[in-house]
């Protein structure tokens, strides 16, 4: 595979539309020698999750990918990220940054949290949230959908974002 410039993938998407098993895929895809791939969720979610929580776990995973970036290499990082978020981050990125989303239809992700035990509340809120962050994604440059329907297996959806970074890593760019 020919080399990738350093680049910063922020791939976010609501629960239950397979970000964490799209980590596991990506791992064994990407080269480890250009691209490091984490979870935004790595450390756990505190209960009381919310704005300020995720602006310090973006503050932290923008210094990660700006070390990363020096050494030469892209991150992913796959998780509840907020692109808005991103870019008022304090932490400039030293890499361009680009923003995924892993966009489910409704009666997807209600059967997928149905099936985690989540009450209706809590489902219906989730299914705002997704809204509210595809809105966010949409509002970006160049932003990159990746709909995952009932006949799109998590391997498909890997090989798409796959696709998607090894082409924009591929680009010379200047840092957002």
Not at 53 to 66: D, F, G, P, V
Not at 72 to 77: C, E, H, P, Q
Not at 100 to 110: A, F, N
Not at 132 to 150: G, M, S
Request: glycine share 6%; hydrophobic share 40%; with cysteine.
């Amino acid at each position: 595979m020919k080399h990738l410039n350093p680049s910063i993938f922020f791939i976010t998407g609501t629960s239950g539309a397979g970000k964490s098993t799209l980590v596991e895929l990506l791992e064994q895809t990407l080269p480890k020698s250009q691209c490091a791939v984490h979870d935004f969720d790595a450390f756990g979610v505190p209960s009381h999750a919310g704005t300020a929580w995720r602006q310090e776990t973006t503050e932290h995973w923008l210094k990660i990918a700006n070390t990363y970036a020096a050494a030469g290499k892209s991150t992913i990082i796959c998780g509840v990220c907020v692109p808005s978020e991103i870019i008022a981050a304090s932490i400039k990125p030293t890499a361009p940054v680009y923003f995924g989303l892993l966009d489910v239809p409704e009666k997807i992700i209600r059967q997928r949290l149905q099936d985690r035990c989540w009450n209706e509340e809590l489902i219906s809120d989730n299914i705002t949230w997704a809204v509210h962050l595809k809105n966010d994604v949409l509002a970006q440059e160049d932003p990159f959908v990746i709909a995952c329907t009932e006949y799109t297996g998590p391997q498909d959806t890997a090989d798409k974002v796959t696709a998607w970074i090894k082409n924009k890593a591929s680009t010379p760019s200047t840092p957002s």
